[in-house]
């Protein structure tokens, strides 16, 4: 058995913090990602009363709650992107 004490425990995060983390990492890179869809976020999020929780606890009730799209932006309007031809 492992020693407990050697056992790292996850840090709780402020919700506020977790939301603008979670737009940040995650909606952003999407299609869909507008201001209603954070102001949705938001809400939901602040409707749970939990005011501390992890990264990854956090993760999982926003995929099973807002079933987000995952269609990635296409990033070919950038003229750098085009001339090294990474689309």
């Known amino acids: 058995m492992a020693d407990e004490s050697l056992v790292k425990h996850k840090q709780n995060a402020k919700i506020e913090h977790l939301i ?3 737009h940040g990492n995650f909606c952003v890179k999407h299609e869909d ?3 209603e869809h ?3 976020m938001k ?3 602040l409707s749970w009363n939990i ?3 992890t990264h ?3 993760v999982f009730r926003m995929r099973r709650e807002l079933k987000c799209n ?3 932006r296409k990033f070919t ?3 750098i992107c085009r001339k090294l031809e990474v689309f």
């Open 56 to 58: 990854k606890e956090f």
């Open 70 to 72: 995952s269609n990635k």
């Open 43 to 45: 809400g939901r999020a």
């Open 33 to 35: 990602s507008t201001k």
């Open 77 to 79: 309007d950038c003229p």
């Open 38 to 40: 954070f102001d949705e």
């Open 51 to 53: 005011s501390e929780m």
């Open 20 to 22: 603008n983390w979670y």
